[in-house]
């Protein structure tokens, strides 16, 4: 019973906010600048943010006002969703406006999420000492997530670096720089998964690697199924409510180059050997199986998928299309941390990213070869 209560204030929110989007998007309100309204509304659902910011200082009484606060965060945040999206869509004066308009959308989705923390850990009565475990567990594997690009940068710098020294070239070209940043990649990846192991104690055992069997390859072909579907039904939801489409930085320098020939023996097979086995090992493997410990498995699945996402907004930087491409590669992320947690083998998981990566390649190498447009849904990579 005591499940319901935060059940009906998602659901309560949730029909609040999209029965309101047609209305937001055409009420404007003047303030120097036309503002959409929902922004404003983001701001004052934010200002109930506080119940959560009290409850968390043991200014209010534990359950007493959890669902309402679930339910307001959950608001805010919905709303600072919606708005960060549309304010890029809007008419401003400058960027000075169009900064000052995004602020309120962004500190509103922030609070949002700690109000939807905070209600839901009073409601379930998480004990003070857990929580604190827990935050330190997710904040511990954030870290090795963002510590996966540093030294992946570190790693690209260093082959760069080589590279130079070898051809003599300063200005390699975009066929070089591609294998030279999918090494890296690698290397990166692998390298914070080996001080991950190092640091924490952990032996080989803990990799989860063992050839597949009949019922790994079910799943791998149910995975690859289960990715497209979610970036299709994803997409036509963000589509409707207009949010901007994404596309991965890498796929906007090949359209600029227009080679399809890199595509083609470069990026899928690196998609395959490399990206997907890379990013699997760390995110799957290391970070979300290291939250186990802490979290029941599907809180360990979003949470590491967020930690997933996050990580690859400098892949997505283009404004309105970061949030896009945050809230696709979330949902996607969520399917692989299901399979990996099915099926204990990061080698699916891996095969399963790596495939679709190189479909997508694929489908991108037919556009740029033919007439045919690559779908708007497609550009955003797993990778």
């Known amino acids: 019973m005591r499940r319901y209560p935060p059940l009906l204030a998602l659901l309560g929110a949730l029909v609040i ?146 590279l130079v020294v070898i051809t003599g070239d300063f200005d390699p070209p975009l066929d070089q720089l591609l294998v030279v940043s999918n090494v890296a990649l690698g290397l990166g990846m692998g390298t914070m998964a080996g001080i991950y192991l190092l640091l924490a104690d952990r032996t080989r055992s803990f990799i989860d690697l063992r050839i597949p069997g009949l019922r790994d390859i079910a799943w791998t072909f149910v995975g690859i199924g289960g990715l497209f579907a979610a970036l299709i039904i994803v997409g036509i939801i963000l589509q409707l409510i207009g949010t901007p489409p994404a596309e991965h930085g890498l796929v906007e320098n090949i359209r600029a180059e227009g080679d399809p020939n890199v595509v083609l023996y470069i990026l899928i097979p690196s998609a395959i050997l490399i990206i997907g086995p890379g990013e699997e090992l760390l995110f799957r493997n290391i970070v979300q199986k290291s939250l186990y410990d802490y979290f029941s498995r599907p809180a360990a699945i979003i949470l590491a998928s967020l930690v997933f996402a996050v990580a690859h907004i400098p892949a997505y930087w283009a404004g309105a299309g970061t949030i896009t491409a945050v809230i696709v590669i979330s949902v996607l992320s969520l399917v692989l941390g299901a399979i990996y947690a099915k099926t204990e083998n990061i080698i699916v998981p891996a095969v399963i990213h790596g495939l679709y990566n190189a479909i997508l390649f694929g489908v991108l190498y037919i556009e740029l070869t033919s007439d045919v447009e690559v779908i708007a849904l497609l550009p955003t990579l797993v990778g």
Request: without cysteine; glycine residues 14%; charged residues 10%.
């Open 17 to 162: 906010v999209i029965s309101a989007m047609g209305e937001w998007e055409t009420t404007t309100v003047s303030i120097g600048v036309e503002l959409p309204i929902f922004i404003l509304l983001g701001l004052i659902a934010g200002l109930f943010v506080l119940l959560g910011v009290l409850r968390w200082q043991q200014l209010l009484e534990p359950r007493s006002f959890a669902t309402g606060v679930f339910a307001v965060g959950l608001l805010a945040w919905l709303v600072g969703m919606y708005g960060y999206a549309a304010v890029f869509g809007g008419n401003f004066d400058n960027q000075w406006t169009e900064t000052a308009a995004l602020v309120p959308a962004i500190t509103t989705i922030v609070g949002g999420g700690i109000a939807i923390a905070g209600g839901l850990g009073d409601w379930f009565e998480i004990e003070p000492t857990s929580a604190k475990d827990r935050t330190k567990a997710a904040a511990i594997v954030t870290g090795v997530g963002f510590g996966g690009l540093i030294l992946m940068f570190i790693w690209s710098q260093i082959l760069l670096l080589i």
